[in-house]
């Protein structure tokens, strides 16, 4: 049931058993007990409080694309932060909410001549995901750019951090349960044209060599120090392996791919036969990168 008041608080941007597999790339998993989708910083605040006053749980979707939900769905709330979304030029740098796409802020960037930000090209999501969850490519990582960030505590209190030695990690960061709200990202100054042409390149050699946005989530596994897991997983014979609707990706070893049927079920048998593969070929152990919502 929602929290008292909700129906009328929120409206539409509220509501009971939402099927959360159309809202991952993945395009697996069952419903939300409650979603809510708040449309300004003040409704999020004002959501969170309820939520704690409930006691009632809580998860934060940015754009799901780094996400396996459990075919059951999962309990409380899922709190969708899509419809914070601005982008604001401020001199050299990007004040960017939470709920904006990657894609929107790298082209953003790029039109307005700040370096750093096209080595995120081509990544799905949104910013507070990337964030979380320190995004990036060979070339660097969202940690790189950031300046300060504003954070929700659980209980709707804002706070501005400015992020620390240490605070960003291989495909991590120290968010822990706090709510990325805002990001404020610098870059270097660059030619705008040299920067499009760039981001332009780097999108195309993702498409040569990976599936696309639907019907995965990204690498499957981080990469073990010193170690390539896609090479791992390919050199283990792991290419094609299958369960029920999922695959390992021909294309891209350390992706795992949705036929449209499969199950987060499926994912999981099919994560713990390559690791038991990659295992035995090279004593490596791997660790899941896409995060589980059980
Ligand atoms: C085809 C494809 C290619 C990809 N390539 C890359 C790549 O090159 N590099 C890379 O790093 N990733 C890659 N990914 C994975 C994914 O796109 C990134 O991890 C992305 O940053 C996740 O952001 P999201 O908004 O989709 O997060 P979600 O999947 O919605 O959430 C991921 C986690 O972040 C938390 N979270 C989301 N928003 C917030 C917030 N505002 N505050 C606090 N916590 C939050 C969620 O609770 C969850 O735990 C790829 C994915 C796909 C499908």
């Excluded at 709510?179 to 993702?206: C, T, Y």
């Excluded at 079920?265 to 990168?289: C, F, N, P, Q, Y």
């Amino acid at each position: 049931m929602l929290p008292a008041g909700w129906h009328r608080r929120f409206e539409h941007r509220a509501s009971e058993e939402r099927p959360l597999a159309p809202l991952t790339t993945f395009r697996i998993g069952g419903p939300a007990q409650i979603f809510v989708e708040p449309q300004d910083v003040d409704e999020l605040a004002e959501a969170m409080a309820n939520l704690k006053k409930g006691g009632i749980p809580w998860r934060i979707l940015g754009g799901g694309s780094n996400l396996l939900v459990a075919d059951k769905g999962v309990r409380g709330a899922v709190v969708s932060l899509a419809r914070l979304s601005a982008v604001r030029k401020r001199d050299r740098m990007l004040e960017v909410d939470a709920g904006a796409r990657l894609i929107e802020v790298v082209r953003i960037a790029a039109s307005a001549g700040l370096e750093g930000f096209e080595n995120l090209a081509g990544i799905p999501g949104r910013v507070g995901g990337a964030v979380f969850g320190n995004a990036g490519s060979r070339y660097g990582a969202i940690g790189d750019l950031v300046v300060a960030l504003d954070l929700m505590e659980p209980d709707g209190t804002l706070l501005r951090v400015v992020p620390p030695a240490g605070f960003f990690r291989y495909r991590g960061s120290e968010v822990g349960d706090r709510i990325v709200v805002r990001a404020l990202l610098a870059g270097s100054e660059a030619d705008p044209k040299l920067l499009r042409a760039k981001v332009r390149d780097l999108v195309r050699e993702r498409r040569a060599s990976q599936p696309g946005w639907v019907g995965n989530a990204g690498c499957i596994f981080k990469n073990p120090p010193g170690h390539a897991a896609g090479r791992l997983i390919d050199a283990a014979g792991c290419k094609g392996l299958r369960v029920g609707g999922v695959f390992v990706s021909q294309r891209h070893a350390n992706f795992v791919e949705n036929d449209g049927k499969g199950t987060s079920s499926d994912v999981l048998r099919l994560v713990d036969r390559v690791r038991d593969r990659v295992r035995k070929a090279h004593g490596v152990e791997l660790e899941m990168e896409v995060r589980r919502w059980e």
